[in-house]
T-cell receptor, first 108, second 114 residues
Framework: GQNIDQPTEMTATEGAIVQINCTYQTSGFNGLFWYQQHAGEAPTFLSYNVLDGLEEKGRFSSFLSRSKGYSYLLLKELQMKDSASYLCAVGSNYQLIWGAGTKLIIKP | DGGITQSPKYLFRKEGQNVTLSCEQNLNHDAMYWYRQDPGQGLRLIYYSQIVNDFQKGDIAEGYSVSREKKESFPLTVTSAQKNPTAFYLC?????????????FGSGTRLTVV
């Protein structure tokens, strides 16, 4: 079967760094996506990895290891507005397979 | 600006009633998708369409129907056969049927059974 696992909830402090992990087992692989979703809103695109390694984009970075079926999203200099759910998704054949999302709570 | 428009934002359905959720995109995207999201759960695929006049069932198609008569439009009907329709519904599109291009999402419709 196809499976994507990520922690249900994480808590971090404003100004700190947090790493959200994602492991996957899928029948195909066309890349791994991270999306941010604020409560009651649509997901918005954060990052895309198709090759192994680290992709950096401002305060956000995403890492991929295809051999390990593993990715992480790294958020630096956390701000209160980063409180949201972070969804990991894998491109497999004709669609994206989604994880359940990690709810990130930022405390002052 | 290009984007996806979902309407209405909130929808209330009576027991035994069919309702239709609208999804329109002006991105010239070929593929369109409907997802359902329940609290604390990931996105579950209801239906998807890769070209006009063609669509495929996703993982939870029972109790739902769609049409794709125009490239821009992909409406979803929640029928009375769907026993637990209260959820957040998201429409998405992508420029290719392959998944290397990511999805653009509409703002969602929150459906509640009253």
């Amino acid at each position: 079967g196809q499976n994507i696992d990520q922690p249900t909830e994480m808590t971090a402090t404003e100004g700190a760094i947090v790493q959200i992990n994602c492991t996957y087992q899928t029948s195909g692989f066309n890349g791994l996506f991270w999306y941010q979703q604020h409560a009651g809103e649509a997901p918005t695109f954060l990052s895309y990895n198709v090759l192994d390694g680290l992709e950096e984009k401002g305060r956000f970075s995403s890492f991929l290891s295809r051999s390990k079926g593993y990715s992480y999203l790294l958020l630096k200099e956390l701000q209160m507005k980063d409180s949201a759910s972070y969804l990991c998704a894998v491109g497999s054949n004709y669609q994206l397979i989604w994880g359940a999302g990690t709810k990130l709570i930022i405390k002052p | 600006d290009g984007g996806i428009t979902q309407s209405p934002k909130y929808l209330f359905r009576k027991e035994g009633q069919n309702v239709t959720l609208s999804c329109e995109q002006n991105l010239n995207h070929d593929a369109m998708y409907w997802y359902r999201q329940d609290p604390g759960q990931g996105l579950r695929l209801i239906y998807y369409s890769q070209i006009v006049n063609d669509f495929q069932k996703g993982d939870i198609a029972e109790g739902y129907s769609v049409s794709r008569e125009k490239k821009e439009s992909f409406p979803l009907t929640v029928t009375s056969a769907q026993k637990n329709p209260t959820a957040f519904y998201l429409c998405a599109s992508s420029s290719r049927t392959g998944t290397a291009y990511g999805y653009t999402f509409g703002s969602g419709t929150r459906l509640t059974v009253v």
